[in-house]
């Protein structure tokens, strides 16, 4: 176990909705990454957040939005939800300035996000 | 750009050896990562080797790294049914903030 945390572990959404998804890190790290993984694929990066700020971003539009607490926790937004973003997120935490130096990434279980 | 290319599929029996394959593209990426992912389950790190490492071992893992050829290995020695699992490939982006993921090389180990 990691350690990192993600909620909801499952939900359902129609077309057009919004959805929150929410990760708490590993204690004392400061850095969160999020992950869109499609049936089939590999991850690929949404974004990543150090010292709430947005420090990097994947090819992703957007209507992905995030944000980072004081605290180190992580919220992952999707407005205007399509049937395409049916996915597993995962949530990813570094001990890291920002980067991944220290060469250890550490997942969460992850959100898995039908939209119908 | 970057790409991670893995084989897809992998079967073995429960004793043998394993080994999986993977290339990428970065010549520059300072760290190479194969993770695990059991069904319906998030990402677990096995190990990660630095660019300057040509192999790492540790205990039934072996990682080896042809920074010529740009080819990245994992060998699981005494393979075991626990083990089937999708494996990953991964290498760090340029600017150093994300990991970038082959498609996984599905285990399978049969009894």
């Known amino acids: 176990e990691t350690g990192v945390t993600q909620s909801p572990t499952h939900l359902i959404k129609t077309r057009g909705q919004q959805v929150t998804l929410r990760c708490s890190s590993q204690s004392g790290h400061n850095t969160v990454s999020w992950y869109q993984q499609a049936l089939g694929q590999g991850p690929q990066f949404i974004f990543q957040?150090?010292?709430?700020?947005?420090?990097g971003r994947g090819n992703f539009p957007p209507r992905f939005s995030g944000l980072q607490f004081p605290n180190y926790s992580s919220e992952l937004n999707v407005n205007a939800l399509e049937l395409d973003d049916s996915a597993l997120y995962l949530c990813?935490?570094?001990?890291?300035?920002?980067?991944?130096?220290?060469?250890?990434?550490?997942f969460g279980e992850g959100s898995r996000l039908t939209v119908l | 750009g970057e790409d991670v290319e893995q084989s897809l599929f992998l079967s073995v029996r429960e004793g043998d050896s394993s080994v999986i394959n993977c290339t990428y593209t970065d010549s520059s990426s300072t760290y190479l990562y194969w993770y695990k992912q059991e069904p319906g389950a998030g990402l677990q790190l096995l190990t990660y080797?630095?660019?300057?490492?040509d192999m790492k071992q540790d205990q039934r893992l072996t990682v080896l790294l042809n920074k010529k050829d740009k080819h990245l290995s994992l060998r699981i020695a005494d393979t075991q049914t626990g083990d089937s699992a999708i494996y990953f490939c991964?290498?760090?982006?340029?600017?150093?903030?994300?990991?970038?993921f082959g498609k996984g090389t599905t285990l399978s180990v049969s009894s």
């Open positions: 991964a290498e760090i982006n340029q600017a150093g903030t994300a990991l970038i």
């Open positions: 990813a935490s570094s001990l890291a300035s920002g980067g991944l130096s220290t060469g250890e990434l550490f």
């Open positions: 957040y150090y010292r709430e700020e947005e420090n």
């Open positions: 080797i630095f660019s300057n490492m």
